[in-house]
């Protein structure tokens, strides 16, 4: 039976496409971005869903920096500087934007300039 369940579940939704890492990574990036817009957007009443998306976001840009840190990462070294950088940029901000000392709007724009390098340089997701 559970065999059964997983198979059912495997192929549940034959019809949606398969995704490259970078068709994920643009994914994730969007649907961030698009948080964080919504979020900005919002009446001071709303801070627990601006926190909770400058939080994801956070996440996001820390495992990116982990995986551009790694010594086996194929991005051109300069690039992965350059993206080292803006997580620690990211970082910064965010904090800042919690505190109510800065907007989110830097945020999305990193977030949309990464987005439009993955959309660019790996053609459709």
């Known amino acids: 039976m559970f065999a059964t369940t997983l198979a059912k579940t495997a192929y549940a939704n034959p019809g949606q496409p398969v995704r490259t890492a970078r068709g994920t990574e643009f994914e994730l990036f969007a649907r961030i971005t698009r948080r964080l ?20 976001n956070r996440k996001l840009w820390t495992v990116l920096a982990s995986d551009v840190a790694d010594p086996g990462n194929r991005l051109p070294s300069d690039l992965r500087a350059r993206l080292f950088y803006l997580n620690e940029f990211t970082q910064v901000h965010s904090r800042k934007v919690l505190s109510g000392d800065a907007s989110v709007d830097v945020l999305i724009d990193i977030n949309t300039a990464i987005m439009r390098g993955l959309r660019q340089e790996g053609g459709a997701a």
């Open 37 to 56: 817009k919504q979020a900005s957007d919002a009446s001071k009443a709303q801070f627990p869903a601006l926190a909770a998306a400058v939080y994801d």
